[in-house]
């Protein structure tokens, strides 16, 4: 069992930046590979970013790479999410999750993840 738990969100303006990090409860953080989504009203929750467990690969969604950055510290049971440059459009409650697994070609997939945190909102003033 993974308990986690997000914070950093905030009011930023657009352009500026905010760093979200998620705290991850029990002995076994490290061995589950960690990934951030974000939902906007109306929308589906869409990936952003995924670090495996070991923290030696890492996958950027698109909209994101070049702005954000995803890190992570095994010792201290945290994931960070750098989000520089922000834009109105990244608008949305922010989401940490913890999968066992690490596959490249189902990292966006939501269902793949086992535990979830309950969001952070992160709101981009234009």
């Known amino acids: 069992q993974v308990q986690l738990v997000e914070s950093g969100g905030g009011l930023v303006q657009a352009g500026g930046s905010l760093r979200l990090s998620c705290a991850a409860s029990g002995r076994t953080f490290s061995s589950y590979a960690m990934g951030w989504f974000r939902q906007s009203p109306g929308k589906e929750r869409e990936f952003v970013a995924a670090?495996?467990?070991?923290?030696?690969?890492?996958s950027i969604a698109n909209s994101v790479k070049g702005r954000f950055t995803i890190s992570r510290d095994n010792a201290k049971n945290l994931v960070n999410l750098q989000m520089n440059s922000l834009k109105p459009e990244d608008t949305a409650v922010y989401y940490c999750?913890?999968?066992?697994?690490?596959?490249?070609?189902?990292?966006?997939?939501?269902?793949?993840?086992?535990?979830w945190g309950q969001g952070t909102q992160v709101t981009v003033s234009s």
């Open positions: 670090i495996r467990a070991d923290g030696a690969s890492i």
């Open positions: 999750a913890a999968r066992k697994t690490w596959v490249v070609g189902n990292l966006a997939q939501r269902g793949r993840y086992d535990y």
